[in-house]
Each structure stands twice: as structure tokens, then as C-alpha cells.
């Protein structure tokens, strides 16, 4: 049989043996001082979504993957839509999307863009060094896949 006092070291009233107060890893006593430290978690977070901001909202120009010297007009102009860029270097090669194709090839692939969206534009990027003739072969691969209009990109003077 128990008595009133003996709860094997407890009290019911949650005190230790002896009447002490238990000790509570939770309060800390005010003669220990803790030191200040700052939290970094927040400031990630933050970082984060700022980065995340930034990349969203930034604008990303479309090139054709080719270093293209351009020719200089003064009558050049800045257009404002998206347009469907295909560069010719000097050596003649076509690149579209950052990406080589032939002259053949090329209708192809422009048909697959229009399709998509019929109302884009073409620009040509071609090199001041380029064959003629080429240009023109490739206004005439343009014209034939269905590309509504055909501008040539040059430098503004």
C-alpha cells in the first residue's frame, strides 16, 4: 500500500524529491546567458526567391547560335515582333535555332515553325562576305515554306 508522499522520487504536484523543481531543458535560468546569433535561414529563402524573380522576369534574346558580321544601312530599323531568325555565314552555311541546316532542309523546317504560328516572320542574318546567292536561294526556301514576310538584318549607321 502507498503512502501520501512516496511516488518514487516525484511528488504529484510535479516537484523532484526533496521538494526541488524538476529541471526543464525548455526554461533556461536567467544567469545563463545565451549569445547572439544570427539566423541565416530567412535570408536564403529570400535570396532564392529573388533569384527566382529575376530569371523569370528578364528577357532572353534569341540568336541564331553563329557569330554573323552584319552589313550597315541607314535606313535599318528595329522590329518588334518575334521573327524567325536564320543566319548564313560566310562560308554559306544556314543555321536556324542554333542549329545547321541545309538548303533543303531548311523549307522543312520552317513549315514545322509556321505551323505553330503562321504569322511569324523571317529575318535573315546574313554575313556582309556571304554569297548573293545564296541569300537569294534562301529568300526563295522562305517564300516557298509559306513565311508571309522576309527582312535582312543590317547594322544601323
Same mark, same amino acid.
Given at each position: 500500500?502507498?503512502?501520501?508522499?512516496?511516488?518514487?522520487?516525484?511528488?504529484?504536484?510535479?516537484?523532484?524529491?526533496?521538494?526541488?523543481?524538476?529541471?526543464?531543458?525548455?526554461?533556461?535560468?536567467?544567469?545563463?546567458?545565451?549569445?547572439?546569433?544570427?539566423?541565416?535561414?530567412?535570408?536564403?529563402?529570400?535570396?532564392?526567391?529573388?533569384?527566382?524573380?529575376?530569371?523569370?522576369?528578364?528577357?532572353?534574346?534569341?540568336? /541564331? !547560335?553563329?557569330? &554573323? +558580321?552584319?552589313?550597315? =544601312?541607314? @535606313?535599318?530599323?528595329?522590329?518588334? $515582333?518575334?521573327? *524567325?531568325?536564320?543566319?548564313?555565314?560566310?562560308?554559306?552555311?544556314?543555321?536556324?535555332?542554333?542549329?545547321?541546316?541545309?538548303?533543303?532542309?531548311?523549307?522543312?523546317?520552317?513549315?514545322?515553325?509556321?505551323?505553330?504560328?503562321?504569322?511569324?516572320?523571317?529575318?535573315?542574318?546574313?554575313?556582309?562576305?556571304?554569297? /548573293? !546567292?545564296?541569300? &537569294? +536561294?534562301?529568300?526563295? =526556301?522562305? @517564300?516557298?515554306?509559306?513565311?508571309? $514576310?522576309?527582312? *535582312?538584318?543590317?547594322?544601323?549607321?
Amino acid at each position: 500500500m502507498r503512502q501520501d508522499g512516496d511516488f518514487k522520487g516525484r511528488s504529484p504536484l510535479g516537484r523532484g524529491a526533496g521538494g526541488t523543481p524538476p529541471l526543464d531543458i525548455f526554461n533556461e535560468k536567467p544567469s545563463q546567458k545565451k549569445e547572439a546569433t544570427i539566423d541565416i535561414g530567412p535570408l536564403m529563402d529570400m535570396v532564392f526567391i529573388l533569384l527566382i524573380f529575376f530569371v523569370v522576369t528578364s528577357t532572353f534574346t534569341r540568336e /541564331t !547560335g553563329v557569330e &554573323v +558580321s552584319k552589313p550597315q =544601312a541607314q @535606313t535599318a530599323s528595329q522590329l518588334e $515582333k518575334e521573327n *524567325i531568325l536564320i543566319a548564313i555565314t560566310r562560308d554559306g552555311t544556314i543555321h536556324i535555332d542554333e542549329r545547321q541546316v541545309d538548303l533543303a532542309g531548311l523549307s522543312d523546317v520552317l513549315k514545322g515553325i509556321l505551323a505553330k504560328n503562321p504569322e511569324r516572320e523571317a529575318v535573315l542574318i546574313a554575313d556582309k562576305d556571304a554569297v /548573293t !546567292g545564296k541569300l &537569294v +536561294s534562301v529568300i526563295d =526556301a522562305c @517564300t516557298l515554306a509559306g513565311v508571309k $514576310k522576309v527582312s *535582312i538584318a543590317a547594322l544601323n549607321q
